[in-house]
């Protein structure tokens, strides 16, 4: 045992040189990660100026327990409501897959300003065009990946009146573990409330700043994937170093395998922001996910 702990100091020190020699790296992931990780994350971050990516809430103050008191509710990618949402019958429910597409969007936004008629929309929309008309309706989409220009469309439709809130909750039985609601929360806090991302260590105001874009563009040299993620950049010659649960892919230059959630007692959030105070009970032979990021801070601030 004392002989895997050597190897993961070792693998800290070498990861921590790698990330300083870089130029522009980025750090994206943080699913599965623990608000208490996740912090230490950010803490990183602003060690090497490095980019750092989240995915925003779309409404930050829906909670569960406010959404039966939208008109109508409208899912997108499953029929079944969160078991966290409790609806009177009175209420529609419609699902509405479209609206996950970024194509169908601007036929929408033309309808509700009246340029178009219900005539002119795309059959897949109009069973909800008129919950838009003469109502808030909530939208709840369960789905874990998302087009980023979505967010963006949903704006007008709040000034409007004519949307009451939107969350991504993910149909999976997982999804509480997942805690893509805390990376977010956590980016605001560091980030003063004015961003959810940082770019080279200071706030980013670009709510669609994610890490394929980076890697599109050319604007980073090494990412640190911490955890999973839905994101697939094309690395195209971009170094990847991962440390998570899983063993180190083949694509990644470096990596360590470590057990994410593993203290005694972490937090996460719910998709709607809700804070719930977890407890872990499985052994790992790994090292904690926390431990590695505090050693790889240590490491990184002490050069």
């Not at 993910?170 to 560091?190: M, Q, V």
Request: net charge negative; hydrophobic share 40%; proline share 7%.
């Amino acid at each position: 045992m004392a002989g895997e702990w050597d190897q993961t100091i070792l693998a800290v020190s070498r990861i921590a040189d790698t990330l300083r020699q870089s130029q522009a790296p980025a750090i994206y992931g943080l699913w599965g990660l623990s608000l208490e990780e996740q912090r230490v994350a950010f803490r990183l971050a602003e060690a090497l100026g490095a980019y750092i990516s989240v995915t925003p809430r779309l409404s930050p103050t829906l909670t569960a327990g406010a959404v039966p008191q939208a008109s109508s509710i409208i899912l997108v990618g499953d029929s079944s409501l969160p078991a966290e949402i409790v609806l009177s019958q009175d209420i529609p429910v419609v699902r509405c897959d479209a609206l996950g597409e970024i194509n169908t969007w601007p036929y929408l936004h033309a309808f509700l300003r009246g340029r178009i008629t219900e005539n002119d929309m795309p059959s897949q929309l109009k069973s909800v065009t008129n919950l838009f008309s003469t109502g808030e309706p909530a939208l709840i989409f369960r789905q874990s990946v998302m087009d980023p220009e979505i967010f963006e469309n949903l704006i007008p439709l709040y000034s409007k009146g004519a949307l009451f809130g939107a969350i991504q909750w993910e149909n999976e039985e997982d999804a509480l573990g997942r805690n893509a609601a805390g990376a977010y929360e956590i980016a605001l806090e560091e980030a003063g409330g004015a961003a959810s991302s940082w770019s080279c260590g200071r706030p980013k105001t670009d709510r669609n700043f994610d890490v394929p874009s980076l890697c599109n563009a050319r604007a980073t040299d090494l990412l640190l994937r911490l955890g999973e993620s839905p994101q697939t950049p094309c690395l195209d010659g971009i170094s990847l170093i991962h440390i998570g649960p899983f063993a180190c892919p083949p694509e990644a230059c470096d990596g360590i395998q470590s057990t994410t959630q593993d203290e005694a007692e972490y937090t996460v959030l719910r998709p709607d922001g809700i804070a719930l105070a977890q407890h872990s009970e499985a052994e790992s032979p790994h090292p904690s996910t926390l431990y590695v990021l505090q050693r790889l801070l240590s490491e990184v601030k002490a050069c």
